[in-house]
């Protein structure tokens, strides 16, 4: 007889819990009347940013993520959705990274980035819950403290504790991202999930310009355990600044001889009719290798590229 | 010559006309932000170690380090001895330039020894070895739940994990770039 792949007999602790935790998602969404909607996974390109690259695909190319799509469905009145699908990021690969990955996006119009970091605490208590976790999660051996509001850090306030340069001078010498990786992400969310927030606006090349601050855009990131969860906007829907950006983002990549890719028109042409909303993009992978306490996102994923 | 999406642990590059090693290597990339690539090198002759973070657009050199496949016969005085089978030629390594390839070497495997002109600086393993296992509690019949396993070690005193049916004595494959093993090997 033929002996098992062990090793793949061994992931099903937490294939059992990551297809709970699917479920637990599913059902978060469906008990808010959002609608699950499906979006085509090759397109004609992907919203260009700077140091994300798509896999090409037959002459156009796999999305990096669905947000084109489900923006289109925000303006033709969709007000709340949702979609869990993989999507494909060339050369990224680690212990947190894997080419081909599951996002859950959500969209809610009638929203802004603030409503959305509340969203985003219910969704992953009421997934904790289903899962069986009554108060605190551990990972890693950390006990993480789910009991809300969880902690709020301004991205400048953060550079001010943690880092030598100030967020405009780390920006300025292009360190903000070695720093945001090598002294800041160390140091946050020790206690609990902690919302990063107000990015320098060349870092949310799809987010909507804060009007008391014009230096930093309406985005937030969420970390929890060290890893960094879900990314999130209040949607930019001006599509004249829109196009712009977009541009700056393909002037960066042309720079720096990367692949470009052709301009969502589209897209744009429906911005206009985009209400204000809010939307975010999720790792499952990672919010698995939370709920099932592993450390590398090979741990929760049936297959590797390496293991094919 | 290597892009940065190249480093990958236990790569030999050149830097300043020394070959290094990769001996800790961590891809990260924050949100929108750029790919990073954080790597502790050691200086393969004087094993000085220092940490670097690399960006997309950096380039390498390989290393220019020579391989000869050699047969791993004894360990003597903290210091393996190898041999090319075909001159007889005998070369030794120290236990800090074998590393962590100590646990994969049983006696007459076949190896590949790095050169820096004439002097070796270390190893490259096959991707599989056979090994004896020499430790491991005796199968608890019933408990054949499958992804289920228990601590074993091998002949070279390395020490994994193994499903459970696994007994004393057995021969199983291990790969040499995880440490994981892989499956029971019928003789």
Known sequence: MMESDWRLASKRNALQTRAAMIRAIRSFFADRDYIEVETPTRIPGPAPEAHIDAIPSDGWYLHTSPELCMKRLLAAGYPRIFQITKCFRGAERGSHHIPEFTLLEWYESGIDYMRMMEVCEELILSVARDLGHEEDITYRGRRIAMDRPWERLPVREAFKRYSPLSMEEALERDRFDEIMIGEIEPRIGAEGPVFLYDYPVALGALARVKQTDPRVAERFELYMGGLELANAFSELTDAVEQRVRFEEELKSRRASGRATYPMPERFLATLPAMPESSGIALGVDRLAMIFTDRASIDDVVTFTPEDL | ?187
């Open chain 2, 1 to 187: 010559m290597y892009n940065a999406s190249d480093l990958r642990k236990n790569l030999k590059i050149q830097i300043d006309g020394d070959p290094y090693v990769i001996v800790e290597f961590t891809f990260s990339k924050p949100g929108k932000g750029q790919s990073l690539y954080r790597c502790k090198l050691k200086n393969m002759i004087n094993g000085n170690q220092f940490e670097r973070t690399y960006r997309s657009g950096d380039t390498f050199e390989p290393a220019n380090l020579r391989e000869k496949k050699m047969q791993y016969l004894y360990e003597e005085d903290r210091k393996c001895c190898f041999m090319d089978t075909e001159t007889y030629e005998q070369v030794y390594l120290t236990e800090e330039q074998v590393g962590d390839a100590k646990g994969f070497l049983s006696d007459n495997l076949d190896v590949e020894i790095l050169f820096f002109g004439e002097e070796p600086l270390g190893i490259t393993l096959p991707n599989f070895v056979d090994l004896t296992v020499t430790v491991a509690e005796p199968w608890a019949k019933g408990d054949s739940v499958t992804g289920k396993s228990k601590p074993i070690v091998v002949e070279t005193g390395y020490a994994l994990q193994a499903p459970p049916f696994i007994e004393e004595g057995e021969k199983i494959r291990i790969d040499t770039r995880t440490g994981e093993y892989l499956t029971r090997v019928k003789e």
